[in-house]
């Protein structure tokens, strides 16, 4: 048996499952693992465990850490494309024809550059998702699946989780795979870099605002990053996007300030968690605010961008004399495919419905969810042939990972054996003033894990659940 | 304004106030202070907060310090009372005559004592509950209510609420108070004992079971201890009174063995928590396994002893040559009498029936919630005149706390300014080998806290709700 991998003994002996399915159910409640109700996404009178896994998913070591080591040259290479308005222009041209979102970004973010920012400071919180690939050679390689420029989601929760999985192995006995796994805390981390550019804002009257969204049922995972940033003696407060609509303004120096509960109005530093209402995203963008992302980030991460890097030459670019970056950002890229209006484009359609399992189709769209796998590419290929419509997806090659058995637990379900694959997130913060990075971290991890016969779909879609790595 | 009170202006401000208790419900959430729903209470999928006060209650400083001082005497009280087993039988004479539940504990004493005890070890974990009794001259004085020789309720989720409190107050910009909140830490306290009797036990095999009532509403609770025994590598199952009924046996050399997940039958030291089931209480008695509290330590926690303790010269008894232990001792009790039948039981029953507003009657029977009060005295005496069955009562002087103004947060119960009294329990934990005490500790508080218009009831039965010291 492979080193960290739970022993047939265990994983087939039902009492012992049972009993310790209670036991992490407990400790995941009692580690603040939490999560809302489907029924009462908004109250926390009742609530649930975020879902997890039983047992930690073996990784190797050596990958792990090529992922982590990574970070910090994914933060400059974001930070960078950030900056570079004629690259986006270029990169996103066809999309905004075609993709609304990406559309109404572009919008705020020209309207910006023409009246000129008033904030200098840009706090940067991304991920990096890797899947492991398992080649015809029998090697594994570390493949990214995405980069994210909003992604603090389950940052706060998977800071919770190694003490978890590491009580559930003690319990079940497996104390030599205990030790596997490691310390993670994004919250933390997350908080460290707020605190500073909360600091960088330079007002001690200023708060850190958590934009959220009306149906709030993942706010413990936020109430983890929040805490860490009290802890630090920084406020926060949370607005929903119609509590800044109704409460906002900026004031003559485009300070943005709303209302808080103790009746004062306070100058406020803020970090978007997501989007919903294009003028408050405007007015925001024109204050003074510290923007997490800011909208040239956030247009950085949109997906098109990362099939354009994936092209000659582009990273060479962006890292001039940096061959080795080069080299090491480009090892981790999937084959990656435009699908553009024009013979590239073309062939790209053709190559896809040719070996439609060998690829996955990507949407614009935010979140997780929406990929298309197998027949469904030649039916959406199909539909939008020859139509310009097409440019708001990208074709990427499909990952082989390799499954894992392993327990999913999930409120009001049934736990039973499952075959699974992992997706690892790996986070990185930084801040930039003016020109100068003043802060570039890896900010720990993410492993997400689902049922190997979902194809798609991420942890608040309900189909991914929290893990960790054990580390091999 | 007291040092310590909440200021008007935070406690009136309601748009604060309903800010602070979201924050406070998801912080208590957040830091485990978890409790199964009513609807569901042998189930984890959906959880609840235990009921907890919005703010600490101010405590005068010297008074909790008395308290805790006291703490290391009374263990030693306690223990001294079980082995003096003459003194039991002469102070639950009366007692066993008429409760049945004393008398059911007394013949397995009785049984165990003629067989002869197979353990020398016992561990006592036990609570002493004060209320701060303001007297006519002004002057506050800390007031024994009565003590508990099977205590450990919510010794874990009292572990868990300081941060919520310094949580609270922190983001209520109380910054002062705050500090005034100390650490507090029962779960790693009680599992540090268990550690140290598991220890002693000897054997590597055995673990330590948590002997556990069929409904498990407040398992997280228990989950907080179990957690900081598996911290420090001792194996810890739990049992209902059932399983151990069905599966539980002794061996030949009157070790205890349970049925547990892994398939095989271990060798197991216990803890009780409650009790039901007489034919096991028996069998556990007669093992070698280490009680806590074994039946001689439970016997001396019956509120008759209690009564005994207060007549002139018993003290002096336990404490021969410390003048000082029993005057420390003396001057936490409020005035205990007697309902014998006799003349002095006489006495005690006109008194309470010329001023019943004065004292308090209380039964033998375990748990809180069967306090006596006001007219419903004159209504009990009167219908056990002359009767013996009012020997299973003791009056006791009624105490006058100060009330505070508070906030109590219970699940799905509105919240709203309610003047509060508080009671304060101190854990002792004490190990002690044949005649050896081998540790003696005081291990934490707990502060519960209730609305002034309930006379009785404890946190279990919905009436009084976790708190904190804010020491003034």
């Not at 605190?195 to 149906?215: C, H, N």
């Not at 061959?323 to 024009?342: H, K, M, N, S």
């Amino acid at each position: 048996m492979a080193a960290g991998a739970v022993p047939e003994e265990v994983l087939l002996n039902s009492d012992l499952i049972q009993e310790l399915k209670e036991v992490a159910r407990d400790a995941a409640l009692l580690h603040g693992v939490l999560m809302r109700t489907k029924e009462s996404p908004n109250s926390s009178e009742v609530v649930s465990y975020a879902p997890f896994t039983l047992f930690p998913t073996p990784l190797p070591r050596p990958l792990f850490q090529q992922a982590v080591q990574l970070q910090i040259l994914f933060n400059r290479l974001v930070d960078k494309i950030s900056q570079d308005l004629s690259f986006l222009e270029e990169a996103l041209a066809s999309t905004i024809k075609v993709d609304d979102f990406t559309a109404q970004l572009f919008n705020i973010h020209r309207t910006v550059q023409q009246e000129g920012h008033s904030q200098s400071t840009v706090l940067g919180l991304i991920r990096s998702d890797y899947m492991l690939d398992l080649g015809p050679d029998g090697k594994t390689t570390l493949k990214q699946i995405e980069f994210n420029t909003i992604a603090a989601s389950f940052g706060g929760l998977s800071s919770r989780t190694p003490d978890v999985h590491r009580h559930i192995l003690k319990v079940a006995g497996l104390l030599e795979h205990q030790k596997r796994v490691m310390d993670n805390n994004p919250a933390a981390e997350f908080a460290s870099a707020l605190a500073k550019a909360w600091e960088l804002y330079g007002s001690g009257r200023a708060v850190v605002m958590f934009l959220v969204e009306d149906v709030q049922r993942n706010i413990f995972d936020h109430r983890c990053v929040e805490n860490e940033l009290w802890k630090r003696n920084v406020p926060v407060i949370r607005k929903t996007f119609d509590d800044v609509f109704k409460t906002g303004l900026l004031d003559q120096e485009k300070k943005l300030f709303v209302l808080v509960p103790c009746a004062v109005l306070c100058g406020s530093f803020l970090c978007c968690v997501f989007l919903q209402n294009w003028e408050v995203r405007l007015m925001m963008e024109r204050s003074q605010a510290v923007k997490c992302p800011n909208i040239q980030t956030h247009l950085a991460g949109v997906k098109k961008v990362q099939q354009v890097l994936a092209q000659p030459g582009v990273l060479e670019k962006f890292f001039p004399n940096e061959p080795e970056a080069v080299a090491q950002i480009r090892a981790t890229f999937a084959g990656l495919y435009a699908l553009d209006v024009g013979e590239q484009g073309d062939r790209t359609v053709a190559m896809a419905l040719a070996n439609p399992e060998k690829f996955v189709l990507k949407p614009q769209r935010e979140g997780g969810g929406n990929n298309i796998y197998g027949e469904d590419i030649c039916r959406v290929l199909q539909g939008l042939k020859g139509n310009s419509e097409r440019a708001a997806y990208i074709l990427m090659d499909k990952i082989h990972p390799q499954p894992v058995e392993n327990y999913l637990l999930c409120c009001n379900s049934a736990v039973k054996l499952t075959t699974c694959v992992s997706e690892l997130g790996i986070f990185g913060t930084y801040i930039r003033q003016g020109t100068k990075m003043v802060w570039n971290q890896c900010a720990g991890h993410l492993l997400r894990t689902k049922s190997a016969e979902h194809d798609d779909g991420g942890i608040a879609a309900g189909v991914a659940v929290l893990d960790n790595p054990c580390l091999v």
